[in-house]
Structure formats: C-alpha cells, structure tokens
C-alpha cells in the first residue's frame, strides 16, 4: 500500500516565516514606535501643556529656564541652589561617584562650608547638608526651607529690602510635601528669585 509523506505539507516554508516576521515588525514599529508615541505626546500636549514642553518659564516672551532644572546664580542679591556634580548642565546630569569616605569630596564640602560662611556671615553647623551636597541629579531645582531662611539677611541686604519682605516671599512659594507626607518642605529657587525681581526695592 502506497502512503503520501505529508510531513513537508505541514512545516512552514522559508518564505511564510519570512513574509510573517516582517509582517510581525511592521505592525509592531507602527503601534509602538508611532501610535503609541503620538498617543502619549498628544495626551501630554492636551493635558499638561506646560510640564509636555519641559516645565518653561517666560518672561515677556523670552525663556528664562526650567522649573524643573537648577541654575547657578553668583550675584548675592539671589539665592544659591544646591551644588552641581555636573556643573547645571541637564545634558550631562549626574551626581558625583565619590562615596562619602573619598578624602576629595571631603576637601569639596570644606570648601562650599567655607564659602558659604563667608558669603552668608554663619556658622558651619548651620549650614544644612543640602547646600553643600550635589543631588543625584546634579541639577536639583529646589533647596530645604531651612537652606532658604539662611540666605534671607545676604539678599534682603543686597537689594534693600527688609528680611521680613524676604520671608514672607519664601512662604509663598514654600511647597509642601507630596501627598502632605513625602519629602520636606522646599522652595524652587528660580522661580523665587525671580519673584524677588519683581519687587521693587
């Protein structure tokens, strides 16, 4: 008795698996490399326009910076951000390698310690870690509450007004912790020193 070998009837051909992997990419590239995408970025453009754009802040039509990236300022008139291990730079954004035992990096928090206590007229143990200390970023936005109130007499002086005026700005922008529990008070020092350019003295 004759048999028929149907066993090559039922193994796909080179050319069947060929045509389904690429039809597999294809479909794959269009719902996730584009539907996907242009979902996500029109959903972050209809319903936070602002934080979609990278957090911008303007000023007469002119961009001023991020709310959301640290940038250093020198004058005494304005408040001083936490250090940068990558020196404000958001596209090299890191915090620094060296562990906490590295004699380098102790020399480095030396020396902020010293600066700042020649900049600000107070005592090294006044000084909060957060000031002297880079985040993991590098270009962490915001300081402690208590790294602002340091800073008040410096800035009230520099632009003549009274520490009092300083301080009640600082409350107004004072954001609480998230969710009323996580993290600790903090302020933005952009945007408040911005609203301190806004004051007339």
């Not at 480095?108 to 002297?132: C, F, K, N, T, Y």
């Not at 003549?160 to 009640?168: A, M, N, R």
């Amino acid at each position: 008795m004759n048999t028929v070998n149907t066993q090559h009837l039922l193994q796909p051909s080179y050319a069947s698996l060929l045509r389904a992997s690429i039809g597999l990419t294809i479909v794959s590239l269009g719902l996730c490399g584009f539907l996907y995408s242009a979902t996500v970025t029109g959903l972050g453009q209809l319903l936070f326009p602002a934080q979609a754009n990278g957090s911008l802040i303007e000023l007469d039509g002119k961009i001023l910076g991020s709310s959301l990236v640290a940038q250093p300022f020198t004058d005494p008139k304005y408040f001083q951000p936490r250090p940068s291990a990558a020196n404000y730079n958001p596209m090299a954004m890191a915090g620094s390698n060296m562990a906490r035992t590295n004699p380098e990096l102790t020399k480095i928090i030396e020396q902020r310690i010293a600066d700042i206590e020649a900049r600000d007229h107070i005592e090294g143990r006044q000084i909060p870690s957060d000031l002297v200390t880079a985040s993991g970023s590098g270009i962490d936005p915001e300081i402690s509450l208590k790294s602002a109130m340091i800073q008040v007499k410096r800035v009230a002086e520099a632009r003549h007004l009274s520490g009092q005026q300083v301080i009640e700005l600082i409350q107004q922008y004072t954001l609480k912790p998230t969710f009323g529990v996580l993290g600790q008070e903090r302020i933005n020092v952009l945007e408040l020193n911005l609203a301190l350019d806004q004051i007339k003295e």
